[in-house]
């Protein structure tokens, strides 16, 4: 914050003082005078170094220039000599440079933009304000006044209205990357503007003094956990904007091929405009230092088979930004003839044939060739595996039967299921055989579920199979597990400890604040079709374990092959219809970009 003081003396002393100088070399003379006057009255105060009075002669060479003009003759003399410039950009560097010795590492890249792409959600214009410094990189002073974001693709926009320009001949704009979809940063930026008018004519010294602080403490509550601390003395949401926006961006966009300096240059807006009849844009790579104190962990890095930028390229359509397409079709070396591969035999059932082709037909987009279509299920398979597949050697408790599996909900989705829920059920194994015999279980469950799809589309409401009734019991208030009728009307009491009793009900209970967060995830105005979740078994086991537990609220079949009506069946169902979210298939949308867990959290966990 600024000094009274210097307030004062800038008013009552500085600009009356140069009013009565002349522009002539009697002037000129003074006015040097009037600068050593000016840095001895700072220096009497205590502000002795030049880092010290480096903030006030900022300060008073930007009132002078909103009061007696930007081009004012005294200009030249108000200020640092060269060398004392030279000596404040050495110390300066000297102490980015510490900074990029001590660089600090970034492990859920994807949960800190899950945070921000939920903060463009909320009402609260210091939450949009936070959401869109961190999915697009920009100062508060231009989120809240000069930005405009043009759509440029669906997942970059052209920026105009950058700031700390100086001055030049033409207003700049280039093409940023995204972190979150294009339309939805525009719709952010527009619920903002509405939000808060009152910011978008103030001068962007008086915008950062206003609105920074409370932008900054969301930040700082929000990914506190997330982001690792810099040294220095800028706050959490400084980062976040500049150095922690960069570094993803680049691990996501930035071409293989493309120096990362250069793509930081770009995105950042680290340009030279030459003059107005050239306004070609010209990188300048001396700023990126700053931007460098973060980088993608090893840990991250090893999930993309050791690549460090581009990782989502391809992926969806997403492309580079305009400046490096072409950098990108030139590093796309033509194929070399593929060495003709083998084929070898493989004896299977003759009643499996059938359940096999069921399985190859979901890779049909690998090619029309068979042996084609068991690669890329071979390579889905392997990338499923968290660790090295290694021989079972006893039975574990709690892994699912295949009988267990939902009619109404068979999603395999990877980036919520865990190795229990696409394992069988386990068996002994010798060393040589409990590969091949994952493998085959692994079809055999992934069948299983196609079995059950196809048998729920062929039983028609008039002639619905026969299931037991179920019949519920409380406990606290809380549903539990029900247990069943018998086909007589009496009913078979199942005897429990209170202490079971009580961890049963607040299991349930954690699934229904499962169901009720997802709910409300999906309900949030302008909330994009892709962005939900639909709820089954292998959604809610994010949260909890036992899928009986689960079955009984959602409803399903359970371990002994019976069909269950769950609790809050009709509701879960009548959500998917209202949002029209197959509860088979919609999930795979979120395969390997976002965890359910990084967009619900449950008190507790």
Known sequence: MTRKWLQHAIATDYIPAIEKLENTAKGHKQAEALNQRIRQQWHDRGSKSLNQQQGLMDHTRRVIKDSLGADHWILDYIKFTTAEYTELNNLKQKRVAQRNEATQQIDNPSAIVAEAARLLD????????????????RRIAEILSTAKFEKKTQWSVIFTGAL???????????????LASADRVIHALERLRAELPEAIDLDPREINQKYEPAVARVCDRVFAKLVPPRDGKDNLYTHLFRAVYATIATFWYCPPSVNETEF????????????????????????????SDYEISDQEVSHYSGKRKGTKLGVSGIEPIEQFKQA???????KAPQERKKRSSYR????????????LEQFRDAGTQQQERFHAFLNWFESQQSTPIEPQTAVEEDVPMQSEITETQPELDATESDASEITPAPAIASPQDSKIDQLINAIAQ????QTAVLQAQVNSPATPARVTKPKTTQVDSQVTAPTQATETGTDEEETSSPRQRARTAETTERIHQAIDAILAYNNAPDRKHTEKWAIGINTLKAFVKSQEA??????GRNRKGETIQGTRQKEIQL???????????HNYVHRGKVKIQDVIQLAGA
């Open 122 to 137: 909320s009402p609260a214009w210091e939450n949009l304000a936070a959401g869109l410094a961190v999915t697009t990189g």
């Open 550 to 555: 689960i079955i009984a609220v959602i409803g």
């Open 328 to 334: 990108m079709e030139n590093s796309i070396e033509p």
């Open 446 to 449: 992934l069948v299983e579920v």
């Open 575 to 585: 959500h998917h219809q209202k949002h029209q979210l197959d509860p088979d298939k």
């Open 348 to 359: 299977i059932w003759q009643d499996d044939k059938g359940r096999l082709d069921q399985i």
């Open 264 to 291: 930081k240059a770009a995105i950042q807006g680290h340009y030279a405009i030459r003059d107005e009849k050239n306004p070609e844009l010209q990188r300048s790579l001396a700023a990126s230092r700053h931007y």
């Open 164 to 178: 700390k320009r100086r001055g030049e001949p033409v207003e700049m704009s280039f093409e940023i990357p995204t």
